[in-house]
């Protein structure tokens, strides 16, 4: 046990994702989803009708909880800074590109995780796509891919994702009519606003003190033989495997997983694969997964909060022209996308690779 | 004395940044950081690495991290 002692908040921030995961799923949340990132925000996307795909629009409680959540831990730590300025525009090209990759394979490296500890086979394919990214992004890592820094900016900078959050939440609960709401579809599947809310809060504000992170994880372990954040990525498939089980909500198998399609027709394991793939680079040169990014924009970094509107976009992008994959498969728009996000992240990230003495 | 400036660099730039200059030059090492984030996990990858590292606060944020 001693052992695991300087690893405690990770993996009680892990066991406490995927118990709320399994929780709200439990309450309405549609299946295996109970925590996305990139479903979030393409659902909010939809909410503010960036997009109007009718299954998929609703301001959900758990992203504005996880900003604000992790802003309140920020504060109370005294971790709060605003900073940005570190290639913004590079930034959202990668958000958005993750946002593509990620609904390609129908769900961020957290909904992965998530899917595993559902039973989704399919989900295998995703982690297989997201650890070889992961690895190609620590390639360019050690060649000395950097951003360059950050800089110290405006209290306002830092602030902006949270305030965007609290008129979200405003909207949602009082703005009658101004949004738009899925009538079928995942985004029909809500558990309680409440519900939703304090477990975003309380994921959020862990998450910020634990630095948990799924392409960190995977990331450290390959390039510093680092397990820390490793362990947040266990703790959260234990509590969603154990908590599927004890529900009886565990399905093992590849077809008619929720909210996924079977990758094991028409070679749809290899857009699984590259999908994921696509997520697992950009989310390394971005310095970590969607639920990462949304955790520093709440912290005050504008960086991340840049990410966050590159995915948002993203995300209305995917569903306007048909990139977004559907339990029926994939699309030929999307494979299209994700070869040029691929392509597109590759040359950011070679582009800042700097000699060493530079 | 290797000095590193890693001062508004996200992670994992901070870790990387000292893995290089201590396999260039050794330790000692001090390594100048902005946020509780870099602070922790350069010490710990320097930890693990078998280096004694302690850090000074040096106040609006920043620390001073030695490596021996």
Known sequence: ?358 | MTKVDARGYACPQPVIMTKKALEKNGAPVTVLVDDNAPLENVTRYATNAGFKVSHKDLGGGEFEISIK
Request: with cysteine; aromatic share 10%; hydrophobic share 55%.
């Open chain 1, 1 to 358: 046990m001693a052992k695991l002692k300087p690893h405690l908040w990770v993996i009680v921030t892990g066991l406490v994702v995927g118990a709320a995961a399994v929780l709200l799923t439990a309450l309405g949340n549609p299946g295996n989803m109970g925590f996305c990132i990139a479903c979030f925000i393409r659902d909010i996307a939809g909410g503010v009708k960036m997009h109007t795909a009718p299954v998929v629009q609703y301001v959900r409680p758990e992203i504005i909880g996880i900003v604000l959540g992790a802003m309140a831990m920020a504060l109370i730590g005294g971790e709060f800074k605003s900073k940005g300025g570190s290639a913004p525009v590079s930034r959202f090209v990668l958000g958005f590109f993750v946002m593509v990759g990620a609904l390609m394979f129908l769900g961020c490296p957290l909904r992965m995780v998530i899917r595993l500890g559902g039973g989704d086979g399919n989900a295998l394919f995703g982690l297989l796509g997201f650890a070889a990214g992961v690895w190609c992004g620590t390639i360019f890592l050690n060649k000395g891919f950097s951003f360059k820094r950050a800089y110290n900016m405006p209290k306002l900078e830092g602030y902006a994702l949270p305030a965007i959050n609290v008129v979200l939440f405003v909207l949602l609960v009082a703005g009658a009519g101004v949004l738009a709401f899925s009538e079928k579809g995942p985004g029909s599947m809500r558990a309680p606003v409440i519900a939703a809310l304090v477990a975003g809060l309380v994921v959020g504000a862990l998450a910020q003190k634990s630095r948990l992170c799924m392409a960190g994880g995977i990331r450290d372990a390959i390039l510093l033989k680092d397990f820390h954040l490793l362990w947040g990525f266990i703790a959260i498939f234990a509590a969603v495997l154990v908590g599927n089980l004890i529900l009886g909500k565990f399905k093992a198998g590849f077809d008619g997983q929720p909210v996924a399609f079977n990758t094991l027709v028409s070679g749809n394991f290899l857009w699984a694969f590259l999908g994921m793939f696509l997520v697992g680079v950009a989310s390394v040169l971005l310095g970590g997964c969607p639920l990462r990014q949304l955790i520093l924009a709440g912290s005050g970094s504008s960086d991340a909060t840049v990410a966050v509107l590159g995915m948002t976009v993203g995300a209305a992008f995917c569903h306007n022209f048909g990139f977004a994959s559907s339990g029926d498969g994939t699309t030929a728009n999307g494979h299209i996308a994700v070869i040029v996000g691929i392509i597109v992240t590759l040359i950011i990230a070679f582009t800042n690779c700097q000699k060493a003495d530079d």
